[in-house]
């Protein structure tokens, strides 16, 4: 099997790491930051495909394999852009790899680069009791960043579908996680809450009149923003 895809991403990196002073990272990752633009990334991760083709699905794997566990948060970051552009292999990616994977995250940049609108709500609702079972099992996780994929999984289910099941199971677990005060959960939660005024409005107003005294100020400012003017602020 190949790692070209590894080889050259590496090669990319290392030649237009930014240099000088690192600063201090906002990402929380105790990973190798080279510090690249995720437009360049994503440019990257185009072109390389234009010029080499798809990956075979056994490549796929093994490139993804290999990536996540490198030394960089951007080898992480373009894993789930890769994740992203496999459309036919993610649909039969067995939810125990991708919980290895994921396991392999520390921080809401690698995390949200790998769950953020990747897989769609048409593909998690066609396997649904699959990915309910995955989502409650990584919201059980000791590992805060599984906790935060749990709910970013759910960011673009409910603001794309007016299916309920996606909703109900965000409440159950945003209820499982209101006590955190790590904001990798706070901000994910008030995220998901935000997201889902569009199309599961009465769900949320009814998340709000029970729980408000346990969410954070600033959650509930927001919230009530996007409710009475469709902004977060």
């Known amino acids: 099997m190949s790692n070209a895809f590894v080889t050259d991403f590496l090669a990319f990196a290392q030649a237009n790491a930014k240099t000088g002073p690192q600063p201090k990272s906002h990402s ?10 995720v437009p360049a990334m994503r440019q990257f991760v185009k072109d390389w495909l234009a010029e080499h083709g798809t990956l075979s699905e056994a490549d796929w794997l093994h ?6 566990q490198g030394e960089s948060l951007e080898e992480r970051q373009a894993a789930g852009m890769l994740l992203a552009r496999h459309k036919a292999y993610r649909q039969r990616l067995l ?5 290895g994977w994921l396991s392999q995250l520390h921080g809401w940049k690698e995390v949200d680069a790998n769950c953020q609108t990747v897989f769609t709500p ?13 989502l409650r099992r990584l919201a059980a996780s000791p ?13 673009d289910v409910v603001r794309s579908s007016s299916d309920p099941r ?60 996007k409710l009475s003017t469709g902004k977060k602020r």
Do not use: C
Request: net charge negative.
């Open 95 to 99: 939810l125990q790899r991708l919980e």
């Open 166 to 225: 996606g909703m109900d199971v965000a409440v159950d677990l945003m209820a499982q996680m209101q006590d955190e005060t790590d904001k990798r959960i706070t901000k994910a939660i008030s995220w998901v809450l935000r997201e889902a005024v569009k199309r599961h409005r009465e769900a949320v107003e009814q998340y709000l009149a029970v729980h408000q005294s346990k969410l954070p100020a600033v959650t509930r400012r927001e919230v009530q923003s």
């Open 63 to 68: 490139t993804l394999d290999t990536l996540y």
């Open 143 to 155: 590992d805060v960043n599984q906790r935060r994929a749990s709910l970013v999984l759910l960011v």
């Open 122 to 134: 048409a593909e998690m609702y066609a396997r649904w009791d699959e990915w309910e079972a995955f």
């Open 28 to 37: 929380e990752t105790d990973h190798l930051e080279y510090r690249l633009p």
